[in-house]
């Protein structure tokens, strides 16, 4: 992956507060290794995702389950 947007992707990643393991992939020089831990890292976060549900309520339970809902439908239909 190009330097530039390999880092243009780690300034968004970090402005939305990623995760330090998540930031870390980004260190990866070689795109097939790259896109192999960003799919690891993000089957682990839903995974935990889905952990935490019943410990939450309101506004971030509804928050939660619609980010897992569309994360769910956007790897069907790929």
Avoid: C, V
């Amino acid at each position: 992956m190009d330097r530039e947007l390999r880092e243009e992707l780690y300034l968004s990643f970090l402005l939305l507060g990623a995760d330090a393991m998540l930031l870390g992939t980004l260190d990866n020089a070689d795109a097939t290794d790259l896109l192999a831990d960003l799919r690891n890292w993000n089957e682990a976060k839903l995974l935990e995702m889905k952990e935490w549900l019943p410990t939450m309520t309101g506004s971030r339970l509804d928050a939660a389950e619609e980010r897992i809902r569309q994360y769910e439908a956007l790897k069907k239909a790929a």
